[in-house]
């Protein structure tokens, strides 16, 4: 029937329904709603207009109590809402929410249309939002969206669209207030919405994309590089499935953003090129004319300019101004992007005027940057790098033309830049450095002293905030070093008696050229600071001496060192010994900088100094091996050094080191030489030390013990220490796989067990054993090794006697090596690997390490997962490591993690000692296990969350069935006897029996599924946990606490209700007085051996009702009962195995359920089955009183999970019909107060 005809028809039953005649409201109602179908499809605003006038005539016949009057509400704010976007009428909007407010008190918790009236209400007060832009709206909307998306679970028809709406709400306030927690939740909602747009879905692509754009957006913030990679991964299939126009240029150009990222992160210039061709194609899909066109402009600008910094080509940098006019030109005066235009086309000339000398191009630069800082004054966002990036220009200028009002007003401008940048802020150290520079060339120009020292005071700042390795600390040194050089350079009362030259050649370098210039003036003005302080004595110029040494000796480094230590490896090993000079000049320095420290350690005696000097003299001995002309004389320093700690710190080790040296010194020397006498009388003394402190040792007191009772202590201690590790363990700087005796071996031969005993024989009996512990325990240190296994794994048999360096590296024999490997890299001696360490061939063995191997996970030191199926720009949920069953304790285990990927490098090039701590790899751990960030960084073993711990493992699988359920042994802290052989469904019955046995957990009966051989109420396969309970309760005392759901299950609720009510009334019930009057009306509670099968409780002794328990195969199980009086079969299809029952019990509403096997019909005839929902009790008292009882009701009256029971002989039960969720609730408080709670014995 067309629109026109049902208006007619239904105008016709309105006519012959006369006011005041029943009936007249629904056919007022029902001509507008045509109306209003009749206004969207013909958009004529009389036929919205009289749909409006008649919903308002039905309203006011349907007055508050009417069950129909909030549908007309919703219809006439719908009506009026539709106006609002029609003719912008603010008080059709403004009406619209108030009626919208009234349907939704109409629609209470528990109606069937809560969920649209928040919707609606939600989407009104969201335009005027948009209309007015008051936070009050926005924040209004997102609670009534989320409310509404609550009362749209997973499978709702219209769970897509609330989705939707949040997202786009959420989004805003993101936008205005920059909370980070908004655009977490945003993600979170963008993946729901592709899990409902599965690929072959009509929005794939759009899903994708945008999932991909708030990913960026989190990346932008958080700096997570997982987010980026997983953006680029989305990316690509997204542009695939848009082959539209503008949904391929926009997904073109966002992809094109995220590599660009990526670049700027990585350094990777692939992906800096594929940005670009990809600019260029969204480009030509966005012609002049097109609305993101200045958009793609600016990306692909920026995008050139990059690439113009990497590679220095000039084409690419006028192409890039030529682009950014382009841009400037679409962003006209008053455009929001005009200030960044203006700014970056400045940027571009400015790098052009640096490579080509233009000064057309710089003024046109400060032109434009003077344009830009004009349209974002003080409080824009763009204020402070607007005036950042024209004072630079302006000081380019200064330095072309020596204007000095250029200088003063780039001084000014970088003062506010820097108040607007403070100490955190990511571009702090540029402005600190940008500001020195011009105040230093402000003193050049001036003369002023207080220039300097500001820029000298500056420097340091920067570059502190610069460590070692970051991009701009040459340049900051540089700068620093420079302006160090022009103070002492000036100062009158720099000393002058060192060199007659020295002070020449540091005047000769007023204006360095090269890092190696400065270097030399730097080292150079420390030698007359060194000389003065060693007549004077003043403390100030032994700390500028070495200050000016140290930064000397890191502008010696090469760019691509970072360490001293590894270049002075490579000088020493001639590398770079082309340059003699050079070589020279790096060991005069550390000679000097050594000097210097340990000057400053025999004034101060800071240790930290000490240390440093014996670092120094160490690398100085690289450059001076046997036959070198001054060996002697540099063992002699670092000899009195070590000896000099050893009087500070009595370590053996450096006094025999100091010894050594000394025997060495006098090996090379000539008797009669005083360097010869100096060393001979240096070791006769540290001779005579060695022994005073053996001596004490040995007489100090009747309490100490000899070095024989010292090495028995010691070897006691490991093989203690010994018997919480695994049996076997692999020593990584051998290979060779080691029982305790050769580990304890071991560990008696090596030096760090000389150097504990000497320790010991310097210390107190009461410091002894704190020592050897420390010392032991450090030592044998272990790391596990959790993979997935694959083929050629080797065994105990082929490593057994062998080091397995020296074998084939195919296969597991490879892999293996690799582990051992880097253990050995993070300097862990000692390995684990459950290929080679375990003997198989043992069941005594096995059976100890199933049962350890949790325990030997937590406390290892580090744990190498490697994941041999993904590469390092892959993610977690591609590798089949996280389906596997053992890697589940082997994740949650372990206190310390790392990953590795398929090549054996870290993944995402994560350098952190522990991924663990790693924010952005927690998160997406989480994701990919959907394990909570709380159980990955502090898992504890237990029953506690049994039902989650089960779902955990739900979707993972082991090569032998029977390992899930061993696998599962260390997570839930049971110990059960391993019987390889039994059948998977056993294995695990017995680990569920034993769970509910002990923690008396109901949750785990909590699965749907096909029932096991073992027990009718366990499940044959753990995946029958993977789905969660349909309907979820909380427990009143939760309840009470937050007013929010928890998400417990209908068994997990009754669990903890009861809890709460054992908690209330047990300080009552411990108050009462201990006299038989006090005690007497107090029924004695059940012990778990006491109570027989078909104990009966009534409502108001719940809370005594005894625990669940398995016992010889059957479960002893309190239920509250519910008798089945009826079962009828209302559709069935034996084809696709669907068969319809309704079922009515006594107290129960009409349950109807599906099951994919047909009920046998005696047990539906013979009136032997039960609905029952399992019970939980700790109660402590048989009383509930009023407030206590009504909590009891209101969650008994909520609809649960019920288990399907038939009777058998004996009185014993079996669970039937586990193949869905049974979904029931009680009539009403009656049927709840006459119910009783039965223990039923099921098998």
Not at 15 to 42: H, N
Not at 169 to 182: A, I, T
Not at 208 to 226: I, W
Not at 444 to 471: F, M, N, R, S, Y
């Amino acid at each position: 029937m067309s629109s026109a005809d049902d208006v007619s028809r239904r105008r016709a039953k309105l006519d012959r329904c006369g006011p005041g005649e029943d009936g007249r409201d629904v056919a007022l109602y029902d001509l507008a709603y045509a109306l209003c179908d009749r206004y969207d499809k013909d958009s004529e605003i009389e036929d919205l207009n009289e749909a409006i006038t008649l919903h308002r005539e039905a309203l006011e016949l349907r007055p508050v109590k009417n069950d129909k009057r909030s549908l007309s509400l919703n219809e006439l704010a719908f009506c009026l809402s539709t106006r609002y976007e029609k003719q912008g009428g603010i008080d059709d909007l403004e009406e619209s929410i108030t009626l919208g407010r009234e349907s939704l008190e109409l629609r209470p918790p528990g109606h069937p249309s809560r969920d649209t009236s928040l919707f609606n209400l939600a989407y009104r007060i969201r335009m005027r939002f948009v209309k007015q832009a008051a936070t009050r709206d926005l924040e209004e909307a997102i609670e009534l969206y989320h409310a509404a998306l609550e009362l749209r679970p997973p499978g709702h028809p219209r769970r897509s669209s609330s989705l939707r709406q949040l997202v786009f709400c959420l989004s805003s306030r993101y936008k205005n207030q920059g909370e980070v927690n908004d655009l977490e939740e945003v993600v979170t909602l963008r993946r729901a919405q592709l899990e409902l747009c599965p690929r072959g879905h009509l929005d794939h692509g759009e899903s994708l994309y945008n999932l991909a754009c708030d990913l960026r957006k989190k990346f932008a913030q958080k700096a997570a590089l997982c987010d980026l990679e997983e953006a680029i991964e989305l990316l690509r299939p997204a542009l695939e499935l848009r082959p539209a126009r503008d949904d391929r240029s926009s997904t073109l150009h966002e992809l094109a953003l995220c590599l660009s990222s990526r670049h700027d992160e990585l350094g990777a210039v692939d992906d800096l090129e594929e940005a670009i061709m990809l600019g260029r194609a969204a480009l030509e899909l966005r012609p002049l004319g097109h609305s993101s066109r200045g958009e793609s402009l600016h990306t692909l600008a920026r995008d050139l300019r990059k690439r113009f910094a990497k590679k220095a080509v000039m084409q690419d940098l006028e192409e890039a101004i030529e682009l950014r006019r382009a841009a400037l030109e679409l962003h006209p005066s008053g455009h929001p992007d005009r200030p960044s235009s203006l700014r970056e086309l400045a940027l571009c000339l400015s790098n052009r005027y640096d490579n080509k000398g233009v000064v057309d191009d710089l003024e046109e630069a400060i032109r434009l940057g003077r344009a830009a800082l004009e349209l974002c004054p003080p409080g824009d966002p763009g204020h402070g790098i607007s005036l950042y990036k024209l004072a630079c220009d302006l000081r380019r200028r200064f330095a072309k033309k020596a204007v000095m009002h250029d200088l003063e007003e780039a001084i000014e401008l970088h003062r506010t830049a820097l108040g607007l940048r403070p100490s955190g802020h990511p571009d702090h150290p540029s402005s600190l450095r940008e500001l020195a520079l011009c105040l230093s060339n402000r003193r050049d120009k001036q003369g002023v002293v207080d220039d300097l020292e500001e820029a000298i005071t500056l420097g340091h700042t920067a570059l502190e905030l610069c460590p070692p390795g970051h991009p701009d600390r040459a340049v900051v040194l540089c700068n620093l070093a420079r302006d160090l050089l022009k103070k002492f350079q000036k100062q009158p009362d720099v000393p002058r008696s060192h060199d007659a030259n020295s002070l020449h050649q540091v005047a000769s370098v007023v204006c360095p050229t090269s890092r190696a210039d400065l270097a030399s003036s730097l080292f150079e003005l420390s030698l007359p600071l060194w000389d003065r302080f060693q007549k004077q004595a003043t403390m100030t110029d032994l700390d500028n001496a070495i200050c000016f040494a140290t930064y000397a000796l890191e502008l010696r480094l090469p760019s691509e060192d970072v360490s001293v230590a590894g270049w002075v490896q490579r000088l020493a090993q001639g590398a770079n010994s082309d340059e003699p000079v050079m070589l020279g000049r790096a060991v005069d320095n550390l000679c000097a900088l050594a000097n210097y420290h340990r000057a400053r350690f025999q004034t101060h005696h800071a240790t930290v100094d000490l240390n440093e000097a014996i670092t120094l003299y160490r690398y100085i001995l690289q450059f001076r091996p046997t036959g070198h002309p001054n060996r002697a004389s540099s063992l002699h320093d670092l000899a009195q050094c070590l000896a000099d700690r050893f009087r500070q710190q009595p370590i053996t080790a450096d006094l025999d080191d100091a010894i050594a040296f000394e025997q060495e010194v006098l090996q090379l020397l000539v008797r009669g030489d005083p360097d010869y006498d100096a060393s001979r009388l240096c070791l006769t003394a540290y001779l005579q030390m060695k022994f005073t402190s053996q001596v004490a040792m040995m007489s100090s007191d009747a309490s100490s013990i000899t070095l024989f009772d010292v090495k028995q202590i010691i070897r006691n201690v490991a093989f203690e220490t010994l018997k919480t590790v695994p049996t076997r363990l692999l020593h990584t700087p051998t290979g060779i796989l080691c029982n305790r005796d050769a580990q304890v071996s071991h560990f008696m031969k090596s030096q760090e067990y000389k150097r504990l005993e000497s320790l010991c024989t310097t210390r107190g009996r009461d410091q002894q054993m704190e020592i050897i512990h420390t010392h032991v325990s450090r030592h044998f240190q272990y790391a596990m090794f959790s993979h997935r296994w694959g083929e050629a794994e080797p065994s105990l048999r082929d490593v057994e006697g062998h080091p397995i360096y020296s074998m084939s590296t195919k296969g597991g024999f490879g892999k293996l090596q690799a582990f051992c490997r880097v253990a050995l890299e993070r300097d862990y001696l000692w390995a684990w690997s459950d290929t080679c360490c375990i003997d198989k061939h043992s069941s005594a063995e096995v059976q100890e390490t199933i049962g350890s191997m949790f325990a030997w996970y937590r406390q290892s030191a580090l744990t190498i997962v490697y994941l041999s199926d993904i590469s390092n720009t892959g993610s977690l949920g591609s590798s089949e490591w996280f389906r596997r069953g053992w890697t589940l304790q082997e994740l949650l285990a372990p206190q310390t993690v790392v990953f590795y990927t398929q090549d054996w490098s870290l993944y995402k090039n994560l350098t952190s000692s522990n991924h663990k701590a790693d924010v952005a790899l927690l998160e997406e751990l989480e994701r990919t296990t959907k394990i909570e960030l709380r159980f990955l960084t502090n898992f504890s073993p237990g029953m506690e969350d049994a039902r989650s711990r089960l779902q955990w493992a739900s979707s993972r699988h082991t090569t032998r069935p029977e390992d899930i359920a061993y696998s599962l042994f260390g997570i839930f802290d049971v110990h059960l006897p391993v019987l390889y052989g039994e059948s998977a469904e056993h294995s695990l019955g017995r680990l569920l029996a034993e769970i509910i046995s002990q923690s008396g957990d109901i949750s785990v009966l909590d699965w749907i599924g096909e029932s096991s051989p073992f027990h009718s109420c366990v499940p044959a396969h753990i995946t029958a946990y993977q789905m969660l309970p349909t309907h979820r309760h909380q427990s009143i005392a939760e309840g009470q606490s937050s007013g929010t759901s928890v998400g417990l299950s209908s068994f997990e609720a009754l669990r903890n209700l009861c809890s709460s009510l054992a908690a209330s009334l047990l300080p009552r019930f411990l108050s009462r007085p201990l006299t038989p009057s006090g005690i007497a009306p107090t029924v004695p509670l059940r012990t778990p051996d006491s109570y027989a099968p078909g104990d009966v409780y009534d409502f108001h002794s719940f809370t005594r009702a005894p625990l669940p328990r398995f016992l010889n195969r059957s479960l002893l199980l309190p239920c509250i009962a519910h008798g089945v009086t009826a079962v009828q079969l209302t559709e069935e299809d034996p084809s696709a195995r669907s068969y319809m029952y309704k079922i009515q019990a006594s107290g129960l509403r009409p349950v109807v359920i599906t099951l994919r096997e047909k009920l046998e019909d005696p047990t539906i005839s013979q009136g032997t089955l039960q609905l029952v929902r399992p019970w939980h009790s700790k109660g402590q008292s048989a009383v509930l009183d009023a407030a206590n009882e009504e909590q009891l009701l209101l969650t008994l009256g909520r609809p649960f999970n019920a288990l399907l029971l038939t009777e058998l002989p004996h009185s014993q039960y079996k669970r039937i019909a586990s193949s869905t969720f049974i979904t029931a609730q009680p009539v009403d408080s009656a049927s709840i107060l006459q119910s009783k709670v039965r223990v039923f014995n099921i098998v």
